[in-house]
């Protein structure tokens, strides 16, 4: 009698697993939710913003320099998205189109955190944001522009 309604507790949760998903499936939308929204852009000063635009891949959504809590920080929104790469970095370029990559064009800010969806890089306090014109995501390894932000400067059209 035991071993039959362990049997089918047994088949019960396998059933509930199989509805639910596997512990290898990407999480549900209530899963997600429960994630802290890392928006600064609500409570932060922007001081410069841009659309990306697609070099040589598909990179879409939009990049925020945001001054916070005696921080600036760059922002990528929720629509961000880009290819997949061997060596992904975000850059600051002095460029509004970045086509070269000499050491005294840009600043190295971080390695890709994701490809996709919303992200925050911290800016050192050394760097001046009025020597740079864009935001790239360049891969290091092929030395290619995955695509690019042009800045411009909110607090003049303020």
């Given at each position: ?25 990407e999480p ?47 922002e990528f ?8 790469g061997p ?72």
């Amino acid at each position: 009698m035991r071993l039959k309604y362990l049997g089918q507790v047994l088949w019960v949760g396998l059933l509930l697993m199989s509805c639910s998903g596997s512990p290898d499936s990407e999480p549900s939308a209530d899963q997600t939710a429960s994630q802290p929204a890392l928006s600064k852009s609500e409570t932060g000063k922007t001081l410069a913003q841009g659309d990306f635009v697609g070099s040589d891949h598909d990179t879409k959504g939009s990049a925020t320099l945001i001054s916070s809590d005696g921080k600036t920080l760059l922002e990528f929104d929720q629509a961000f998205k880009t290819d997949q790469g061997p060596d992904l970095f975000v850059l600051l370029h002095q460029d509004a189109k970045p086509e070269t990559y000499n050491p005294n064009d840009y600043k190295v800010i971080s390695k890709l955190q994701n490809t996709q969806g919303l992200q925050q890089y911290e800016i050192p306090a050394d760097v001046d944001l009025a020597k740079y014109q864009s935001v790239a995501i360049w891969c290091k390894k092929f030395n290619v522009t995955f695509g690019y932000a042009p800045l411009t400067d909110q607090q003049s059209q303020g």
